[in-house]
């Protein structure tokens, strides 16, 4: 079955770097694009961005153009997202979600469980 | 890159109906049919539950049905049950290869 399993939990403090990791199984990797999505404790979803598995080309939210950066190793079928400069308002939970195969076009389907990143001095 | 506009909550006794909208612009929800709708138990991940505005995702109950009109999308949810109290986001699509979420909708089944 479709399964993404990501990294476990993160402390850092304010200013450090974190990257995360989401390891698909159970489908073509390459076929699927891939999305990041975060959610700050007692608050909504948002999307941070997503990549093209065939190409490695990727398209990130305004709001974190500049700070984020998602990869991929098509030979280990993961994913990889790092964000930079981290605050004390990038406390949250980073999940995940498989995109569709046709392109940009198709939400998350299948979740990771979500990687908690908590940033504190 | 605005959120989506959501109620904070709804509520409804077992058996009823309820609609949560979702309120975009015409820079999202208005331009494609691209609306999908993720409902959000505590502690767990989300689960889609509609895609592409009003289709149903793998094994989700017709209980779930999904429109829009105009930059306004909708979930409705008929025999209200205990198991469909959650958090539930809509999610559309934004041009330029983006997503925006909704602020997400709590709803309590009485």
């Known amino acids: 079955q479709v399964q993404l399993v990501q990294s476990g939990a993160e402390v850092k403090k304010p200013g450090a770097s974190v990257k995360a990791s989401c390891k698909a199984s159970g489908y073509t990797f390459s076929s699927y694009y891939m999305h990041w999505v975060r959610q700050a404790p007692g608050q909504g979803l948002e999307w941070m961005g997503m990549?093209?598995?065939?190409?490695?080309?990727?398209m990130y939210a305004r709001k974190f153009q500049g700070r984020v950066t998602v990869t991929r190793d098509t030979s280990t079928s993961t994913v990889y997202m790092e964000l930079s400069s981290l605050r004390s308002e990038d406390t949250a939970v980073y999940y995940c979600?498989?995109?569709?195969?046709?392109?940009?076009?198709?939400?998350?389907?299948?979740w990771g469980q979500g990687t908690t990143v908590t940033v504190s001095s | 890159q605005s959120a989506l506009t959501q109620p904070a909550s709804v509520s409804g006794s077992p058996g009823q109906s309820i609609t949560i909208s979702c309120t975009g612009t015409?820079?999202?929800?208005?331009?494609?049919?691209?609306v999908s709708w993720y409902q959000q138990h505590p502690g767990k991940a989300p689960k889609l539950m509609i895609h592409?505005?009003?289709k149903r995702a793998s094994g989700v109950s017709d209980r779930f049905s999904g429109s829009k009109s105009g930059n306004t999308a909708s979930l409705t949810i008929s025999g209200l049950q205990a198991e469909d109290e959650a958090d539930y986001y809509c999610?559309?699509?934004?041009?330029?290869?983006?997503?925006?979420f909704g602020g997400g909708t709590k709803l309590t089944v009485l």
């Open positions: 015409s820079s999202d929800v208005g331009s494609y049919n691209l």
């Open positions: 592409v505005g009003t």
């Open positions: 979600g498989r995109g569709g195969s046709s392109g940009w076009y198709d939400p998350p389907d299948v």
């Open positions: 999610c559309s699509y934004a041009g330029s290869n983006t997503w925006v």
């Open positions: 990549i093209s598995p065939r190409d490695g080309s990727t």
